[in-house]
């Protein structure tokens, strides 16, 4: 049971170049969310997704765009890099939907993007 | 929303009992509040959640008080393996939780 898989691991772009950063689930969980870590801070919510066809955003939203694929899948973009996106990007799922509290958040182990 | 607030950092040894506080003043009623664990390079890992009094689970124990403005996560006889950082959330909803900086443990042989 892989859980929430993330990919690539690493990346570096130059300033104004686009990616996509992949999150997969196979916990057939309803909600997957996009957070970003700078170092020695807490995650900041970049978007979420409640359920399949559903997204919003969270608190730090610009710059950046997803797309639920499917259930399993919520991939995060980012159009035109900019050094304040140097970050660690994490993944994570959960199997409630909406404002169900009870389940906990499942992470990745995160893509570490850099941004020159 | 519920902002918390816990230590910065914390030392211990192998083999005692840690006790990590947090304090939630401003914790609504429908809020539940929930700890996780993160290695370096690794996401969060769940560790424990409780609403009220205390909850227990194979790896630590949450202590909840009745006012609720405060939480203790108990870790039992710690291993240099706890070494981590530990985050204390509060919230009725994921995407309304507020990550803090979270405690830095080290635990020294």
């Known amino acids: 049971n892989a859980g929430v898989t993330q990919t690539p691991k690493f990346q570096v772009l130059k300033t104004g170049q686009s990616m996509t950063l992949q999150c997969a689930q196979d916990m057939n969980h309803n909600s997957m969310y996009w957070y970003r870590q700078d170092p020695g801070m807490g995650l900041r919510l970049i978007y979420y997704?409640?359920?399949?066809?559903?997204?919003d955003k969270g608190e730090v939203p610009n710059g950046y765009n997803v797309s639920r694929l499917n259930k399993r899948e919520f991939s995060l973009r980012l159009e035109s890099a900019a050094p304040s996106q140097t970050s660690v990007y994490f993944c994570?799922?959960?199997?409630?939907?909406?404002?169900?509290?009870?389940?906990?958040?499942?992470f990745g182990n995160g893509t570490r993007l850099t941004v020159t | 929303l519920a902002k918390t607030t816990q230590p910065i950092s914390m030392d211990s040894y192998e083999g005692q009992e840690v006790n990590i506080t947090c304090s939630h003043n401003?914790?609504?009623?429908?809020?539940?509040i929930t700890w996780y664990q993160q290695f370096p390079s690794q996401g969060p890992r769940f560790i424990i959640q409780?609403?009220?009094?205390?909850v227990t689970n194979e790896v630590a124990s949450l202590f909840i008080p009745a006012d609720r403005k405060s939480s203790t996560l108990s870790l039992p006889r710690v291993s240099l393996s706890d070494t981590a950082v530990y985050y204390c959330l509060g919230g009725d909803s994921n995407y309304q939780l507020i990550w803090g900086a979270g405690t830095k443990l080290i635990i020294k042989p």
């Open positions: 997704s409640a359920s399949e066809g559903t997204t």
């Open positions: 994570a799922s959960r199997t409630g939907t909406g404002g169900s509290y009870n389940s906990p958040l499942h």
């Open positions: 409780g609403y009220k009094t205390k």
């Open positions: 401003n914790i609504a009623t429908n809020d539940y």
